[in-house]
C-alpha cells in the first residue's frame, strides 16, 4: 500500500519534515537488520483521536531491543508521549504508527555493538492491511513452503526488521501463486501463524490459537482477542494446531495491528467459508472496543 505522506516524523526527540527524515546510506540497521519496529494503531472516536494499547507496544519495543543488546534511549513513558505528541502536530484522527530504534551510522561489521541506536515514529493513514472486502468476507490463504524461523534461528518473540524477511519471502510466494496472505508452520509441522499476523481457528463452538512455542510473535491484538473471548465466555484453547484442524475449521480468521480481525475463507483449496459467528462476534466487539464504544476498556485505549 503506498504511504500518505503527513507533516512531521519524530527522530531522536525531535520533529522533522517527512522529507528529512533521512538516514545514511551506511547505517548499520540498512545493512544488517538491526532494527526492532512495531505497528500501533490510532482510532477516531468521539473523544477524539484514542491510540490502541500505546504503553503495551512500547513495551514490546523495549523487549525486543533487550533480546538484540540494544539500549533504546527513551523509555517506554516517553516514546507513548512523543508518539500523542507527534499525532497532534500532524493534526490526524486516524493513523498506523511505525515507531522503530536501529543501529545508526558510525560502525560497520558485524559487532553491532559500537553503533549508536536511533530511534523514530512515524505515521499515515492506513486502512486495513488486507482490504475492506478481505475484511468483510475473507481471504485465500496458501500454507507456506517457508518455515517459520525457530528460537535457535531468531527469537520470533522479537519484533526485528531483519527477521522480516522471513515473511516477505512466504508473502511473495502467496501473490505469486494466486493467494492473498501465507500462512507459515514451525519447525515441528504445526501451524506458526502469518507473515505479519496471528491465527485463530474455531471448531465446534470452540476457538484454538497456536501457543508460544510454536514459534509466533506474542501479538497484542491477539491478547486482546483472547482477553474479549474469555469476557465473552467463549471456549480457547491455546494448544498446537496442525494442518489438519486448519482444513476443517468451521472458522478462520488473521488478527494483527495491520490485518485487525480479517477472516480466512479458504486455505489451500479447502473451503472453510464466509466469516462464521464467533468471528463476526469477535469483530463487532473489538471494533466497538477501539472505538471507544466499550467503556470497561477504555484502560487499552490512550486518548491524544
Known amino acids: 500500500m503506498p504511504l500518505n505522506k503527513v507533516d512531521k516524523i519524530w527522530m531522536n526527540g525531535k520533529l522533522v519534515d517527512w522529507d528529512d527524515a533521512r538516514i545514511h ?157 501465507a500462512i507459515l508452520m514451525d519447525g515441528r509441522g504445526m501451524i506458526s501463524e502469518g507473515p505479519g499476523e496471528n491465527i485463530f481457528i474455531a471448531k465446534d463452538g470452540i476457538l484454538y490459537t497456536p501457543p508460544l512455542h510454536a514459534s509466533i510473535l506474542p501479538g497484542i491484538t491477539r491478547d486482546s482477542i483472547l482477553k474479549l473471548a474469555k469476557d465473552m465466555e467463549m471456549h480457547v484453547h491455546i494448544t498446537d494446531v496442525d494442518r489438519a484442524l486448519l482444513y476443517t475449521a468451521d472458522e478462520a480468521f488473521f488478527t494483527g495491528t495491520a490485518a485487525e480481525i480479517t477472516p480466512i475463507r479458504e486455505v489451500d483449496g479447502h473451503h472453510i467459508g464466509k466469516p462464521g459467528p464467533l468471528t463476526k462476534r469477535l469483530q463487532e466487539k473489538f471494533f466497538r472496543v477501539i472505538r471507544g464504544k466499550e467503556g470497561q476498556y477504555d484502560n487499552w485505549l490512550d486518548f491524544v
Open 25 to 181: 546510506v551506511l547505517t548499520h540497521g540498512l545493512h544488517y537488520g538491526t532494527g526492532v519496529f512495531e505497528g500501533i494503531r490510532c482510532y477516531k472516536t468521539d473523544r477524539g483521536p484514542a491510540v490502541f494499547r500505546l504503553r503495551e507496544h512500547m513495551e514490546r519495543l523495549h523487549d525486543s531491543a533487550e533480546i538484540y543488546l540494544k539500549k533504546i534511549p527513551y523509555t517506554a513513558e516517553e516514546l507513548c508521549d512523543a508518539t500523542k505528541k507527534l499525532i497532534k502536530a500532524n493534526k490526524i484522527e486516524e493513523c498506523y504508527i511505525r515507531p522503530i530504534a536501529y543501529r545508526g551510522y558510525g560502525e560497520m561489521g558485524l559487532n553491532p555493538l559500537k553503533s549508536p541506536v536511533d530511534t523514530a515514529i512515524a505515521l499515515w493513514s492506513w486502512g486495513t492491511y488486507l482490504g475492506e472486502e478481505g475484511l468483510k468476507n475473507g481471504i485465500r490463504a496458501k500454507i507456506s513452503s517457508f518455515e517459520r524461523i525457530s528460537p535457535n534461528v531468531m527469537p520470533p518473540r522479537a519484533k526485528a526488521t531483519g527477521q522480516y524477511l522471513n515473511s516477505i519471502l512466504a508473502k511473495m510466494e502467496a501473490l505469486d501463486c494466486g493467494y492473498d496472505e
